[in-house]
């Protein structure tokens, strides 16, 4: 007996040993709130959503949650430019889910799709066609390789049924140009996937007049909200013509749900509750705000960055860029110091790159609640850190 109570007790000094070790930990990984987001997502957040998220999250199956929705599904169509009838498609995953739900419920082994493949994302969209064995061919570009008319001449007139497209390929920063990807699917009668994350409410985006099919939206980019909610605007032609047709083999993943219950403003899960407020409260600032000038927000950022560095050792790639990002690049591979070195030393956070390009180049977004005052205090230290290279 006394033997049992003794390893107890033994058990609990353990217990409350763990405990402790686990509170420091918690200590340790507090979020810094002197941290300046030069990210493009998540990006720095305005203290209007700050004020949503702090929150108590309500339950959500009730009308006025469904009003909210509806709410949210008009506005977003209004800022996409999408058709009176398009239909919109809310889901709890990250931005590469919705990439993979939209080519699950819209295409299959009959199909063959052409995918612009320029950088990660675009490699993304060829690994979910290879898993889901829906037939693709990659129209790969090298690096620092312009999309131009040229590079569609071979797929022409071939049984193509769909094209794929990170509109702006955040790896590389390439925004690739809408028209020649429109006119190329026109000639070809092709459905036109775009995903639109990191340009949308980052550049000027127009659903209808560009023939886009499906437009792939991601919370944590354009909207600075928090991650985890993503949209799915479709157009009325492959709602009818695809989504409606298919059996898609996926319980969370089957459109057909959702589109029935958006139909009376709800999901057929539990939605990211929390960050549909984000939502809404965002896109209702954006409404006040007009979208025009939330667009000119970013593009005066955008400008007067590349302007400030215009003469210290860092170029640009001469491709199209977004205004989203700027994908600058040294003379010496200083990248990866410099990342630290802004983080650790200047509590300021800007985007790494993956892969070798990695080694000369970082990016510095320029969505979220960013001043120009902002822009003066990196590229002091962007200078200051180059001076000492
Ligand atoms: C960020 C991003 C995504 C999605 O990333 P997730 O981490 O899955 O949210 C997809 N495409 C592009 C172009 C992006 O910039």
């Known amino acids: 007996m006394i033997g049992w109570k003794r390893k107890r007790l033994l058990l609990d000094h353990k217990e409350e040993g763990r405990r402790s070790a686990c509170h420091r930990k918690e200590m340790k990984i507090e979020i810094d709130q002197e941290m300046k987001l030069f990210t493009v997502g998540p990006a720095q957040m305005y203290p209007h959503t700050v004020a949503v998220r702090n929150q108590v999250v309500p339950y959500f199956r009730t009308p006025e949650f469904s009003e909210m929705m509806l709410e949210n599904e008009k506005f977003i169509k209004k800022f996409a430019d999408a058709k009176e009838d398009a239909k919109v498609i809310f889901l709890t995953s990250p931005g590469s889910g919705a990439m993979e739900a939209t080519v699950m419920n819209c295409f299959d082994k009959r199909d063959r799709v052409l995918v612009i493949s320029g950088g990660t994302f675009g490699e993304r969209f060829e690994q979910i066609c290879a898993i889901h064995g829906i037939p693709y061919e990659g129209l790969k570009l090298k690096p620092d390789e312009k999309l131009t008319g040229a590079h569609f001449q071979k797929y022409e007139n071939r049984d193509f049924t769909a094209l794929l497209v990170n509109l702006h390929e955040t790896y590389t920063g390439q925004l690739y140009d809408i028209e020649l990807i429109r006119d190329f699917c026109e000639r070809n009668h092709l459905y036109l996937i775009v995903d639109a994350i990191s340009t949308f409410l980052c550049d000027e985006y127009h659903m209808e007049k ?5 437009t792939i939206i991601s919370s944590q980019k354009g909207l600075c909200l928090a991650p985890g909610l993503s949209v799915v605007i479709l157009s009325d032609k492959i709602v009818r013509q695809k ?23 709800q999901t057929p899960f539990t939605p990211a509750v929390g960050i549909c407020f984000e939502l809404y409260d965002m896109l209702r600032h954006i409404e006040i705000q007009g979208i025009e000038r939330r667009l000119e927000e970013v593009k005066t950022r955008c400008n007067y960055f590349r302007g400030k560095i215009g003469n210290l050792p860092i170029h640009l790639p001469s491709y199209p860029l977004s205004n989203a990002i700027s994908p600058i690049r040294f003379e010496k591979d200083i990248a990866v110091d410099m990342f630290r070195y802004l983080k650790d030393k200047k509590k300021m956070m800007v985007n790494p790159v993956g892969g070798e390009l990695g080694k000369r180049s970082i990016r510095v977004s320029h969505i979220g609640d960013l001043k120009l005052e902002d822009y003066d205090a990196l590229t002091d230290e962007l200078k200051l850190f180059l001076s000492k290279y």
Do not use: C, P, T, W
């Open 210 to 214: 560009y023939h886009i099919d499906a």
């Open 243 to 265: 989504v409606l047709e298919h059996s898609v083999q996926s319980l969370y993943f089957n459109f057909k749900e959702y589109l029935l219950n958006m139909k009376r403003g």
